[in-house]
């Protein structure tokens, strides 16, 4: 029997044939989000508990087949599928995917690697509780995946980055081994934290099994307020006084362009939002607050000066949730609508607050420039300088470029060259996957690349997590 017949044979035999799938039973694994790209892998494992996850990793180590782990599947940079060798196997964590406990005195939640973002979400609000990070994809991503590639969302604003959200986690090494580093410890200063190598390692140093997480007090009453504005300008320049009108009972702070919002009503033209084509900005506010009456004062204070001063030229109040609600699909209804609507070439690139403005200004010019067939979608979270800056191409228009993989090179590097001229970053929140290695080699510096290539190779001596992923070879 040659090694990958042996290998898929002592898999299924560890896991049963239920838990493993070949052929066409793997056809859900081996494919991007987007259907950009597509892998081949000699089986799927599906794991039930760490011991099984230790298991499968000890028989790839010992044959030195490379191992993809997969939770949702949601990576927006082809962090989760496995590659065109065909000699490695996708290890899915969709069945570890139970809440272990929640602790309201101790303010924490613990949970497998593959619970649903959103059952966490829920498990904390059911007990009173608010676990805060959000995004889109939060009704399919796991949070194992999240950890893994420290997502952000649009409530980094006031709670942080994932990173900010673990206290501890249990991860199977490479070769089999388990760490157990589950504390739910605020303080703990002995040494190396060690969990901060394994969150945003994409899966490249090893398979996080659980994690526990900070929780919090449940929200008081929510407003949201969709802001109209007809410069860019004026937008980020408003951010400063609702920041000191409401300081942390800002939520979040997400930026839409007006053309983002007409691809997002054309796609789904059943959303209830009212929408002016002649807006060309849009600053979506989420505040808390005990009392509605408090908000609605200080809302009012601060907006009516604004419009007086013409620096916005209009706004929407969600007067209730169901509104409100209405407001915010319009935002998470972005990735489905791009999908849906061509092919976009979507940066997630961070500046400074301060340019933002001059970062927009520049880079429409070189797209306008340099790929007229284009348009530009954009959403950030304004309150952190992150922004997903979206290069579109409408079905046919991208059907009719000659060299599409080059055009793609050509306008990521055209956008990313901006950022880093302006001291910013080309992955704010996404990471790296398959997708941006080069830049990784193009925008790091090299003691930075030497020292990451030191932790992967103390880690992962056999390139098998993940291989491909993060780091040139």
């Not at 290890?91 to 973002?117: H, Q």
């Not at 959200?165 to 249990?170: A, D, F, H, P, Y």
């Amino acid at each position: 029997m040659d090694i990958e017949k042996q290998v898929v044979a002592e898999i299924e035999a560890l896991l049963g044939p239920k838990n493993i799938r070949t052929g066409n039973d793997a056809e859900g694994f081996l494919e991007d989000f987007w259907g950009r790209a597509r892998g081949s892998a000699l089986c799927v494992a599906l794991p039930g508990n760490t011991q099984e996850v230790s298991d499968v990793l000890a028989i790839c180590f010992k044959h030195n087949i490379s191992v993809f782990p997969q939770g949702g599947n949601t990576s927006t940079c082809l962090g989760a599928v496995p590659d065109a060798s065909g000699r490695s196997i996708v290890l899915s964590l969709s069945r570890m995917n139970r809440i272990l406990s929640i602790d309201p005195l101790d303010a924490s939640i613990t949970a497998e690697a593959g619970c649903i973002l959103a059952d966490i979400q829920e498990a904390a609000a059911k007990v009173d509780k608010f676990f805060p990070l959000s995004l889109g994809a939060e009704g399919s991503c796991q949070i194992g995946g999240n950890v893994s590639t420290n997502a952000g969302g649009t409530s980094v604003l006031r709670y942080g980055n994932t990173r900010d959200l673990v206290l501890g986690m249990e991860v199977v090494l490479p070769d089999g081994r388990i760490w157990n580093g589950m504390r739910t410890l605020r303080k703990n200063n002995t040494g190396y934290d060690l969990k901060h190598l394994f969150i945003g390692a994409e899966g490249s140093l090893g398979i996080i099994t659980k994690v526990s997480l900070k929780i919090f007090p449940s929200l008081g009453h929510l407003t949201s307020a969709l802001i109209s504005f007809d410069d860019i300008a004026n937008l980020t320049a408003f951010t400063e006084p609702l920041r000191r009108a409401f300081d942390t009972s800002i939520i979040a702070m997400e930026l839409i362009s007006g053309s983002e919002v007409r691809i997002v009503k054309t796609m789904m033209p059943d959303l209830s939002v009212p929408y002016d084509q002649s807006i060309s900005w849009f600053l979506l506010v989420d505040i808390t607050s005990d009392g509605e009456t408090d908000i609605a004062e200080r809302l009012q204070d601060v907006l009516g000066e604004a419009m007086e001063s013409g620096q916005i030229v209009d706004v929407l109040v969600s007067a209730n949730e169901t509104q409100r609600a209405s407001i915010w699909k319009l935002r998470h209804s972005v990735t489905e609508s791009h999908k849906k609507y061509g092919m976009g070439m979507s940066h997630d690139v961070a500046v400074p607050i301060g340019d933002i403005p001059r970062f927009i200004e520049i880079a429409k010019s070189k797209v306008d420039e340099s790929f007229p067939q284009a348009e530009i979608a954009i959403v950030g979270h304004v309150g952190d300088g992150n922004l997903h800056y979206n290069v579109m191409f409408e079905k046919s228009r991208w059907d009719a470029i000659a060299d599409q993989p080059q055009m793609r090179k050509d306008v990521y590097k055209a956008i990313y060259d901006i950022a880093a001229d302006m001291n910013g970053t080309f992955s704010a929140e996404h990471g790296i996957g398959a997708l941006h290695v080069a830049e990784m080699k193009t925008y790091k510096s090299e003691i930075e690349l030497e020292m990451m290539k030191g932790i992967k190779a103390y880690f992962d001596p056999l390139n098998i997590m993940n291989p491909g992923r993060i780091l040139p070879e």
